[in-house]
């Protein structure tokens, strides 16, 4: 299982094996090793000095120097200078309870032998991957989906309910994964496996204030200092490391903060890495070389042209090992590559930003829209969303009765606990139109976000409306889409750890107790967080708008140039021979793209949906298929 | 008339935006909107249509919901403009 896994620890390889006694279960730890904290003395599975215990841990322990501080002061001895051995020391001492402890981004399996049982345990918000199957009566778990395919007998089917909500909110549901019978531990749980079954609980998850206190009196300076020494030391604790950190700049607020305070701590020179576009609406390269002058670093960049997408796709499918609406995967996947290029195996970004300090366009826009509800009949309100939304040229041209239309702006809707996602959920879901007769049977009527309605937590309701807003997006597409599509599996797929101070728990847990005027002010997005890093940052960087990263959908694949793989893919009898889209629908959306460089939301979406889909098809389900009858 | 203008409206919509599949096509009160058969781009696309097929040109204050967000008020609209309407 985990020689498919090189990708991510290509360092080290170890295997440990606690055979079953009796009725008793026994285990089995596999681990490959990207080595970052600890020499040759923290190999892995690492046991514990009686030999009872034993982990497989990826990711890291921000905070083991003081945790290790700690147990050393109650009498505990360390034989490594790493963080794994931290899990091992606390677990002994606190058993499941350990986690609340632990800072960092982490996904481990720990075999406990004195209560002959195993612990799944995944970081609070998502950033390492662990998934879990049943087969034949044994418990598989790891990283990624691709190693359980390893297991005898064990065949990749595709989910359809977790393709709906695909096709829906970019990401299955967790626990659903994509593989049918396959689930993925939710961030912020644990679970526990033995004798008597296996039992999954939440050690902490994602809270805010009643509303009524969310507008009490805060004093803003007072949160500015707070919010710049929680961002300094989240940075700080993330660089460690035994092996040089690099940051990543996109040209944007949130890298360049990250970027600005890591450079202040590392003296050598901190290097840089950002992604360059061919296409003027999608680069940034003149903000990235702006932070890099004025932080003094040499940034070191990665091109990603159309065709490159198109070039890597199946590679970036093949990794995410989900179905995309987007491509933005792809420009990643380049970048890890040049990062380790250059050497670097560990870099910061600012990733999370946009979800605790309501960064994203989608907050915004929910704020117009109940401003617009308050008032139906106006005809000057609708017309902020066309501030909302510069780089979106149709809307620029819609009378303001027809942007309100679109954006459901409309009173009978504010009850609505998705109000904030409804347009962009209704829009993602237009593209399951392509879905083929079969596939609308089997799915029977089953709508997606009724289940993210029902899994919905009983607090949400007595939330700020900004609150509900954050929720949805960091629990339904911060995990299972921008951390992991985008993030971790772009990164690992070139032996590259991505970093984000700005998950620190105790961030996360500063920003989401914040009245909601701190983060969105007026239509101000990150009031605080410009605030609080104006000094340290170019004036342009700092007062910048938010632009949202993307890069060219389904243009990359389409006109003269396009790949055969894609053409391979993409026909009508490749298309019926999977059986989940319809055909001739398939075949007309492709002769419009091919026609009309710039498709509508909905046909792009829909276009790298089915193209991602077939291709997840091609790689696990066919492979799948193979295996067995290779078998 | 009425019924023809709507007919080359479904027959449009079919074709344009459900890429063949009729069974997705909404009744005609629904909103095309609401369901999802029309975004920002399909409404200029949607008046490109009435245009070049009815021949008139709609200005930019009548491309508002009340007249372009269902088949009956889309035909009611072309109506209202060419009352020879399905002829054209």
């Known amino acids: ?631 | 008339m009425f019924e023809m203008t709507k007919q080359a409206l479904r027959a449009f919509m079919v074709e344009s935006f459900l890429f063949g599949e009729e069974t997705g096509l909404p009744s005609d009160t629904e909103s095309l909107i609401g369901a999802g058969i029309i975004d920002s781009t399909g409404v200029l696309e949607l008046v490109a249509f009435i245009e070049d097929r009815f021949g008139f040109t709609i200005a930019d204050t009548d491309i508002v919901p009340d007249n372009l967000d269902s088949i009956d008020n889309i035909a009611a609209f072309v109506g209202r403009n060419i009352p020879n309407a399905a002829a054209a």
Not at chain 1, 139 to 165: I, M, N, R, W
Not at chain 1, 199 to 221: C, H, K, M, Q, V
Not at chain 1, 258 to 266: H, S
Not at chain 1, 540 to 558: E, L
């Open chain 1, 1 to 631: 299982m985990g020689k498919v896994l090189v990708h991510r620890g290509p360092d080290d390889r170890g295997i440990f094996v606690a055979p079953a006694e009796g009725r008793e279960v026994g285990a089995g730890l596999s681990h490959v090793r990207l080595s970052i904290v600890g020499g040759a003395d923290s190999a892995q599975p690492m046991l514990s000095a009686d030999g009872s215990i034993a982990v497989a841990f990826n990711g890291e322990i921000f905070n083991y120097v003081e945790l290790r501080e700690e147990l050393r002061a109650r009498g505990r001895n360390f034989r490594t200078g790493g963080d794994t051995e931290v899990i091992l020391h606390l677990y002994e001492e606190m058993g499941e309870a350990c986690l609340s402890r632990l800072n960092g981004d982490f996904a481990f399996a720990l075999w406990d032998g004195r209560q002959r049982r195993v612990m799944l345990a995944r970081d609070r918000m998502g950033v390492r991957p662990l998934f879990y199957a049943e087969h034949a009566g044994t418990l598989y778990f790891a990283s990624e989906v691709k190693a359980l395919l390893q297991v005898p007998g064990f065949t990749a089917a595709l989910d359809p309910l977790a393709l709906d909500q695909i096709f829906t909110i970019w990401s299955p549901i967790a626990p659903r994964t994509i593989f049918s019978g396959v689930s993925e531990l939710e961030p912020g749980s644990f679970l526990i496996a033995d004798t008597g079954g296996r039992r999954i609980s939440t050690y902490w998850s994602l809270d805010f204030p009643d509303a009524a206190e969310a507008g009490a009196p805060t004093d803003e300076n007072e949160a500015v200092q707070k919010l710049k020494a929680l961002l300094e030391d989240a940075t700080r604790i993330r660089l460690r490391a035994d092996v040089p950190v690099g940051a990543c700049l996109s040209g944007g607020l949130d890298s360049s903060v990250i970027a600005a305070l890591a450079a202040e701590q590392v003296p050598k020179g901190l290097a840089t890495f950002s992604i360059t576009f061919d296409s003027p609406e999608h680069d940034e390269s003149g903000f990235q070389a702006m932070m890099a002058r004025h932080l003094g670093v040499r940034n070191h960049t990665a091109h990603c042209s159309e065709g490159d997408i198109a070039a890597i796709f199946p590679e970036v499918v093949r990794l995410a090992e989900k179905p995309l609406l987007r491509t933005a995967a792809a420009p990643m996947l380049k970048l890890s590559a040049r990062i380790r290029e250059a050497g670097v195996k560990v870099v910061l970004t600012g990733e999370g930003a946009d979800e605790i300090f309501a960064g994203y366009d989608i907050f915004k826009e929910a704020q117009v829209r109940r401003f617009c509800a308050r008032q139906p009949d106006s005809s000057i309100r609708p017309q902020l969303f066309r501030k909302l939304y510069p780089y979106l040229p149709g809307l620029q041209k819609q009378t303001p009765a027809t942007l309100a239309a679109f954006f459901g702006a409309d009173i009978a809707a504010l009850n609505d606990p998705l109000f904030s996602h409804r347009p962009r959920l209704r829009a993602t879901a237009a593209a399951k139109l392509f879905f083929s007769g079969d596939l609308k049977a089997q799915l029977a009527g089953y709508d997606a976000t009724e289940e993210m309605v029902s899994s919905l937590p009983h607090r949400f309701a007595r939330w700020h409306p900004l609150h509900q807003a954050q929720y949805l997006e960091t629990r339904f597409l911060l995990p299972g889409y921008i951390l992991s599509s985008q993030g971790d599996r772009m990164a690992m797929g070139n032996g590259v750890e991505g970093r984000f101070p700005f998950l620190d728990h105790r961030l996360v847990e500063f920003a989401a107790a914040l009245p909601p005027r701190m983060k969105l002010k007026g239509l101000n997005e990150k009031h605080i967080l410009r605030k609080a890093m104006a000094d340290r940052l170019p004036e342009a960087i700092g007062r910048r708008v938010k632009q949202p990263y993307r890069a060219p959908d389904s243009r990359a694949f389409t006109g003269a140039g396009a790949l055969d793989y894609v053409r391979a893919a993409l026909d009508p009898r490749h298309i019926a021979a999977h059986g989940l889209f319809s055909p001739n629908a398939v075949c007309k959306l492709v002769d419009k793209c091919n026609a009309n460089p710039a498709p509508g939301f909905r046909d792009d979406t829909a276009f790298v949906g089915i193209l991602s889909t077939q291709l997840w098809m091609d790689t696990f389900a066919k492979a799948s298929t193979n295996a067995e009858k290779a078998a």
